[in-house]
């Protein structure tokens, strides 16, 4: 101790620097620090950071360093060689210093640490600087850390230990704890306190400051933290010296050890399992394996193992043991146990392991319950308490098929076949796809049930059904998919078709499944119908049916084909298909050779017969086709049409005046190539349709008719004038390109000739018609006659009525006029209305010009429609006539004339 104050009163920091005159380039100067314990040595490096120099803190020979490098300069007072800058460096810190030489005139400059410029020093051969001492007194355990005011770590040692260093503004840390800001000028000595908690060494406690909020260090107990004299608080797995965190802090004083006893609580005896030790309100303060130590200070504690607690008090640093028992259910690690605490399974499981682990457990009552079956057993205390169990396996192949264990109509548990699963000892039901079998479970063995298998193999598509002998369906699968059994005979269904299959323990029972598709596009049903006619299946035309081998009857579109198919086989029925080209504006039929009606399908479409001659009708017009094997048989269609308003109806007859078929114009009618005749509101055209393989050629189609009847061919110049009129120009007027007879070539036009030139659609054949309205109110009705004065039609006023063109005439209250209607063009008579005011209860009559009446016993005041004056006939004077007395009268078209009486 007397050499440590020598030490410390020899600290004295002093401050020279001497330099000579230097003659030439690699002259030497010596450096010393002086002053320091010699504990640390200084170190010199040049300019490029290499080390050229050391010495320990008070060497008496100091550390010589050669002046060489120097570099030529310039300034106000002329050329110089300038040496250096050097630093000395002391545990971190670091000085300064370069040399001038002017002429052999030689001076020096030293900067000291912290500054930023340089100051001149007296000449000499030695360069000397004076340290300081820092340590820290304690107990020489842990290490103290010296920092610079930037709180950069500079240096440290253990306590009891010196660091040499340069005067200056230092902190002191030692766990955290600090000295701060303390300027070092010669020595400075710092003292220290030490904790220590005594236990077991198995856990660490941790030191805070005085509020508890910031945590200094930790050791383990029996191990010391060494801190600067000041109050403290220690934290040992969560419990605090003191008994609670709001406690009174320990006060360390300088040299001070304080001793904390701690105790602790185990939970013996096995190891198997962790408890976890509570405080008094319930707070989980740590936890660790039976057998285990918790460290903690004096207190009342509960110690929690699988949800059963057991009260702990620890005092006087005194330990305290809670004795344990352990239970183990002896098994193949197969399944899994539950523990209950009680002697019920009500509520939630304590604890759940594999068979063959141990659990501990404190002693008392628990159940056990294991795939279904309980038993209750008493832990003793530090001793095991053992199940036995065996095990139940049934031998299979997996194929995702579960076996259900019952005990007496209880149902257990369910496992996949190839999969083991323990039970206590007993006899159980196992089940497998609805077969059964015993199963008598001894201790430590195993009792091995072997499945067998059956599959129906086929394309996967379907779903086959097993049943027991008593008819009861056991199992359902797909085709290919296994099902496992326990040995036995059984009656597979496929498709309504049964067949007996016996399975044996082991192995795999196959059945192999045939097909049958009838061959076609997908649009038409087959039906499939066993050998006694009782349906089986339906499908689509290239539909695989999945059969079990036998004969079948395969009905479609109301023909029948009848196939055997064996075990395994793919049979494919041919068939050929049937198409009526057309628009779909139109059904056609087919009928068999007894004429059954077989099919009935829109124009354009297709369907599948087996080969054979079949008759087909369009609108009540027969054609033969005949179906062969992977062919196809095509009818012809032209399509017709009557381009209008969409109003009224038009009617197909053939040559002997049979109705064929009906439309509202606008809509179209699919037909045979032939004669017909169209009628519309009593006016005929007679119209020659041709359809496909009729028309000869694909560059010139008759396929429209104007309002004179003409034919019009279609060719590709009719599409490109089409185009012309889309693109924006306006050729010479051509007809024929308005393809729909919309009065307007567009895009569609340009298409539809383009179909038809590449025999895309069918023959089309186009009549317009006109229209004619006698105007007015509806009050009265009119005729229309043709040129000949046959009644054509009877309407009221007002209403328009689609025809063909021609000459017409209209009769409205026994005045005619005529007109000549045009295709797409309406043709309008115009009327206005005559009356004589009055409330009805008298009449007056109307006359020509030749005084007969053409409408009699009118009531006052009711309007009768005329037909006006036109542009070549004069004023038309009605005679009109009340009571005894007649007036003339003018009729004006669309007015009411209103003939008055005195």
């Not at 300069?73 to 050329?79: A, F, H, I, K, P």
């Not at 969560?238 to 300088?254: F, L």
């Not at 209008?644 to 049979?658: F, H, K, M, Q």
Request: proline share 3%.
């Amino acid at each position: 101790m007397e050499s440590k104050d020598m030490r410390i009163s020899a600290i004295l920091l002093i401050f020279a620097v001497v330099c000579i005159p230097l003659s030439a380039e690699g002259a030497e100067v010596t450096v010393f620090v002086n002053g320091g314990t010699g504990a640390d040595s200084f170190f010199v490096y040049d300019k490029d950071g290499d080390k050229v120099a050391d010495a320990p803190v008070g060497d008496e020979d100091g550390a010589t360093v050669n002046l060489e490098n120097g570099e030529s300069e310039t300034d106000s007072q002329g050329e110089y060689t300038l040496y250096g800058p050097y630093e000395i460096k002391l545990n971190n810190v670091s000085y300064e210093i370069q040399c001038y030489d002017r002429d052999g005139d030689i001076s020096y400059q030293l900067q000291s640490p912290g500054a930023t410029s340089w100051g001149s020093v007296t000449s000499g051969d030695e360069v000397t600087l004076t340290a300081g001492t820092v340590i820290v007194l304690g107990f020489g355990i842990d290490t103290y850390y010296l920092y610079d005011t930037e709180d950069k770590k500079i240096a440290d040692s253990k306590t009891n230990e010196f660091i040499d260093m340069f005067s200056g503004i230092y902190t002191v840390k030692l766990n955290k704890t600090a000295k701060t800001n303390f300027y070092l000028s010669s020595s400075k000595t710092f003292y220290a306190g030490a904790v220590i908690v005594t236990g077991t060494g198995d856990n660490s406690y941790f030191l805070y400051d005085a509020t508890g909020d910031e945590q200094l260090g930790s050791k383990k107990t029996n191990e010391f933290i060494e801190v600067f004299p000041d109050d403290y608080k220690v934290q040992l797995n969560d419990t605090w010296y003191g008994t609670s965190p709001e406690g009174d802090p320990i006060t360390v004083g300088s040299l001070q050890l304080n001793l904390l006893d701690a105790g602790y609580v185990t939970v013996t005896k096995n190891g198997n399992n962790s408890f976890t030790l509570n405080d008094k309100d319930g707070n989980e303060l740590a936890s660790a394996k039976t057998r285990e130590n918790i460290e903690v200070f004096d207190g009342t504690y509960t110690a929690l193992l699988h949800t059963v607690e057991k009260s702990a008090v620890v005092s006087g640093g005194g330990k305290k043991e809670i004795p344990a028992g352990w239970l183990t259910v002896k098994g193949n690690e197969n399944s899994k146990y539950q523990i209950y605490v009680g002697s019920s399974t009500e509520g939630d499981a304590a604890v759940s392991a594999d068979t063959g682990a141990s659990m501990d457990l404190f002693p008392g009552l628990y159940t056990v319950f294991l795939n279904g079956i309980s038993k209750a057993v008493n832990i003793p205390s530090e001793e095991e308490y053992l199940l036995e169990s065996g095990t139940l396996a049934v031998n299979g192949k997996g194929y995702e098929n579960d076996y259900f264990v019952y005990y007496g109509e209880d149902q257990l548990t369910t496992a996949k076949t190839d999969a083991a699963v323990d039970f206590f000892p007993l006899t159980y039901r196992v089940l497998l796809n609805g077969t059964e079998a015993s199963a008598s479970i001894t201790a430590n063995n195993t009792k091995t049930l072997t499945a067998g298998s059956l599959v129906v193999s086929g394309t996967g598509d379907t779903t086959y059904y097993v049943s027991n002998a008593a008819g009861d369906q056991l199992a359902s699968a797909d085709t290919n998919e296994a099902k496992e059994f326990f040995s036995g005979t059984y009656t597979v269904k496929l498709n309504n078709i049964s067949q007996s299959a016996t399975v044996t323990a082991g192995a795999e029972t196959t059945i192999e499944a045939g097909t049958i598709t009838v061959a076609g596009s997908g649009d038409t049903d087959f039906y499939v119908y066993d050998s006694s006619d009782a349906f089986i299946q339906t499908a689509k035309t290239g539909v695989d049916v999945e059969l079990l081998k036998g004969n079948y009857k395969i009905k479609l579109n109301g023909t029948t084909a009848n196939v055997p198919l064996a075990a395994g086989e793919n049979r494919t029925v041919n068939t050929g298909t049937l198409t009526v080209s057309g628009t779909g504006a139109s059904q056609f039929y087919v009928f068999d050779t007894s004429g059954k009606q077989l099919s009935r399908l829109d124009t354009g479409t297709s369907t599948s017969f087996f080969p054979g001659t079949y008759t087909v009708k369009l609108n009540k017009v027969e054609k033969s086709a005949t179906v062969s094997e992977n062919g196809a048989a095509e009818l012809k269609s032209a399509t017709l049409t009557v381009i209008g308003s969409g109003s009224d109806t038009w009617y197909v007859y053939d040559a002997d005046r049979n109705q064929l078929a009906f439309a509202s114009t606008n809509e179209e009618i699919d037909l045979f190539s032939g004669t017909y005749t169209v009628e519309l509101n009593g006016t005929e055209r007679s119209v020659t349709l041709k359809a496909g393989d009729d028309i000869q050629g694909r560059s010139a189609r008759m396929i429209l008719k104007n309002a004179d009847n003409d034919a019009l061919e279609v060719d590709l110049s009719t599409a490109l004038y089409a185009l012309r009129v889309c693109s924006g120009l306006t050729p010479e007027h051509q007809p024929s390109a308005d393809m729909d007879a919309s009065r307007v070539i567009d895009m569609k036009d340009a298409i539809a000739a383009l179909q038809i030139i590449a025999d895309l659609r069918p023959s089309k054949t186009v009549l317009i018609a006109g229209s004619v309205v006698v105007e007015g109110e509806g009050i009265d009705h009119y005729y229309l006659l043709d040129a000949d004065g046959n009644e054509l039609f009877l309407s009221y006023t007002g209403v328009e009525k689609e025809l063909f063109s021609g000459n017409y005439q209209a009769r409205l209250n026994g005045i005619i006029r005529a007109a000549e209607v045009k295709a797409g063009e309406p043709t309008t008579f115009e009327t206005g209305r005559l009356t004589v005011p009055g409330n009805g209860d008298e009449v007056y009559s109307i006359w020509d010009q030749d005084s007969a009446t053409l409408r009699g016993y009118i009531p006052t005041g009711e309007a009768v429609e005329l037909f006006p004056e036109t542009d070549d006939i004069a004023p038309y004077p009605y005679t009109v006539k009340y009571g005894g007395d007649t007036e003339s009268a003018e009729v004006t078209a669309g007015e009411l004339t209103e003939v008055t009486f005195p």
